[in-house]
């Protein structure tokens, strides 16, 4: 019998903005996602959570289909700070990615909503075991400096707000990306051994489709994990391997303080072992437990919690 992960997947990505508006003619007004929560958090509340330099702050939750994990979750922060939008190989944040019904059209119609993509559409191959898997995505420069990636999957694997409404052009986040240092600690804090994610697939490969949709030098050999719960979102964890490329963002992907892709909000059973397991899994608790915020955790315990590499992910006990 498979043991019961202390996290089932990603319940939501944190993006850093100045106005939500610009993000719900994005998500809401592009994509189909709808608004499933709205709310505020007390300075005092988010400070003791985040950390200083966060003050009042307005939440949106953004859902895909009513789908309770995989969302988007909108932090209105103070005005400021960089809307550069990070590359494939920075360190940190990357991409947020969502499965498409079809990618060209996706790619013409927000390119003439005024949506940039940093490359059309590109077909790359995967090596898993000794099968060769094609992607189709392209990256879309969303508001603020997040980059939204969009898969037409080959064979799509499941997604809540597909099976709710398989109608729908687009599908909640069904990956976060992050590119870090050190993957074999990130696969160690989220895997099997660590919060009970099972690892998919663990590869290194080369590939001139990759290379031309992510703007990666020729010859570039990228290690991508993949690491999965019973929900979306999964987790990708990259890393360029044989080439110094890219620059450090962790400092300014602050939650609660910096625009764009700042963040994860998991959910898990029991806080306490929970935590015990980062810990032990060379992870760092930067603060709590305490009571959390009503909107985002119904005002039950949460924490927050750095990876090895330093990725920050806000965790909350119970609910959905």
Same mark, same amino acid.
């Given at each position: 019998?498979?043991?019961?992960?202390?996290?089932?997947?990603?319940?939501?990505?944190?993006?850093?903005?100045?106005?939500?508006?610009?993000?719900?003619?994005?998500?809401?007004?592009?994509?189909?996602?709808?608004?499933?929560?709205?709310?505020?958090?007390?300075?005092?509340?988010?400070?003791?959570?985040?950390?200083?330099?966060?003050?009042?702050?307005?939440?949106? &939750?953004?859902?895909?289909?009513? +789908? /309770?994990? =995989?969302?988007?979750?909108?932090?209105?922060? *103070?005005?400021?700070?960089? $809307? @550069?939008?990070?590359?494939?190989?920075?360190?940190?944040?990357?991409?947020?990615?969502?499965?498409?019904?079809?990618?060209?059209?996706?790619?013409?119609?927000?390119?003439?909503?005024?949506?940039?993509?940093?490359?059309?559409?590109?077909?790359?191959?995967?090596?898993?075991?000794?099968?060769?898997?094609?992607?189709?995505?392209?990256?879309?420069?969303?508001?603020?400096?997040?980059?939204? &990636?969009?898969?037409?999957?080959? +064979? /799509?694997? =499941?997604?809540?707000?597909?099976?709710?409404? *398989?109608?729908?052009?687009? $599908? @909640?986040?069904?990956?976060?990306?992050?590119?870090?240092?050190?993957?074999?600690?990130?696969?160690?804090?989220?895997?099997?051994?660590?919060?009970?994610?099972?690892?998919?697939?663990?590869?290194?490969?080369?590939?001139?489709?990759?290379?031309?949709?992510?703007?990666?030098?020729?010859?570039?050999?990228?290690?991508?994990?993949?690491?999965?719960?019973?929900?979306?979102?999964?987790?990708? &964890?990259?890393?360029?391997?044989?080439?110094?490329? =890219?620059?450090?963002?962790?400092?300014?992907?602050?939650?609660?303080?910096?625009?764009?892709?700042?963040?994860?909000?998991?959910?898990?059973?029991?806080?306490?072992?929970?935590?015990?397991?980062?810990?032990?899994?060379?992870?760092?608790?930067?603060?709590?437990?305490?009571?959390?915020?009503?909107?985002?955790?119904?005002?039950?315990?949460?924490?927050?919690?750095?990876?090895?590499?330093?990725?920050?992910?806000?965790?909350?006990?119970?609910?959905?």
């Amino acid at each position: 019998m498979t043991p019961t992960p202390f996290v089932p997947g990603i319940d939501a990505a944190f993006l850093g903005v100045t106005d939500p508006q610009p993000h719900l003619d994005f998500y809401c007004g592009q994509l189909g996602f709808s608004v499933s929560e709205r709310g505020l958090i007390p300075a005092a509340e988010a400070a003791a959570l985040w950390g200083d330099g966060v003050g009042d702050t307005a939440v949106t &939750v953004l859902s895909a289909a009513g +789908s /309770p994990h =995989g969302r988007v979750v909108l932090l209105t922060v *103070p005005s400021g700070g960089s $809307t @550069e939008h990070p590359h494939t190989a920075d360190h940190g944040f990357v991409g947020i990615d969502l499965y498409v019904r079809d990618i060209q059209a996706s790619h013409r119609e927000l390119t003439a909503a005024g949506y940039e993509w940093a490359t059309p559409p590109a077909t790359w191959e995967v090596p898993l075991g000794e099968k060769l898997v094609t992607v189709t995505e392209g990256f879309c420069c969303a508001p603020e400096g997040t980059d939204v &990636v969009f898969v037409e999957p080959a +064979s /799509p694997r =499941g997604t809540a707000a597909w099976e709710a409404d *398989p109608a729908r052009a687009y $599908t @909640e986040l069904t990956s976060v990306v992050c590119h870090v240092p050190d993957v074999d600690a990130e696969v160690g804090f989220w895997g099997p051994d660590g919060w009970g994610l099972s690892l998919w697939y663990d590869v290194s490969f080369s590939s001139p489709g990759l290379e031309e949709m992510a703007e990666l030098p020729a010859g570039t050999t990228m290690r991508l994990a993949f690491l999965a719960g019973p929900e979306t979102a999964r987790i990708e &964890v990259t890393r360029v391997e044989n080439r110094t490329t =890219g620059v450090d963002r962790r400092g300014q992907q602050r939650t609660g303080v910096d625009l764009g892709h700042s963040g994860w909000l998991v959910r898990t059973a029991d806080l306490d072992a929970a935590l015990e397991r980062a810990t032990e899994r060379g992870g760092t608790v930067i603060s709590g437990p305490l009571r959390g915020p009503q909107i985002l955790s119904g005002g039950g315990r949460v924490a927050v919690v750095e990876t090895p590499n330093g990725i920050r992910v806000t965790v909350r006990e119970g609910g959905r």
